[in-house]
């Protein structure tokens, strides 16, 4: 059963979703999704491959950005703010219970400059605790600021 956890107006995250889910991820009104999975995660997961599929069989543009226990990058933080920029629309994110896509998507709202302590309130409400992060969304945020 799909699971979707608004973060704001154009951004969802949810736990892995599976090929037969694209349809109402559709009808959601969603325009893209983004797989941060890496395959072979977890015994009976669907590949991204199939993932992509399915998706663009819906009709629904697909990104694949793997975060692993190794944890995010800022190639990984890029390629998530790009992949939000390119999606003319709502976006789904998701990973094995939602909480890497809900990090990776402050992480790139953070470098975009984005208000941490407005990023940490949305994630709260969707069930996401991102104080593990929130000096990196700080000093990210802080960044941002400092190159306007």
Not at 123 to 135: E, F, M, N, W
Request: with cysteine; glycine share 8%; aromatic share 4%.
């Amino acid at each position: 059963m799909l699971s979707l956890r608004p973060l704001n107006e154009s951004v969802a995250v949810a736990p892995q979703i599976t090929p037969d889910d694209m349809a109402a991820v559709r009808d959601a009104g969603f325009v893209a999704v983004i797989n941060n999975r890496p395959d072979g995660e977890e015994a009976g997961q669907p590949s991204g491959e199939t993932i992509r599929a399915a998706a663009q069989a819906a009709g629904l543009a697909y990104h694949e950005i793997p975060v692993t226990g190794a944890g995010f990058s800022h190639p990984q933080v890029d390629a998530m703010a790009a992949a939000l920029v390119a999606a003319d629309g709502p976006v789904l994110a998701y990973c094995r219970s939602g909480t890497r896509s809900c990090n990776l998507w402050a992480l790139a709202a953070a470098k975009a400059g984005r208000n941490p302590e407005v990023l940490q309130a949305q994630a709260g409400q969707a069930g996401y605790d991102l104080s593990a992060i929130r000096p990196t969304l700080d000093a990210l945020a802080a960044g941002a600021s400092d190159s306007k």
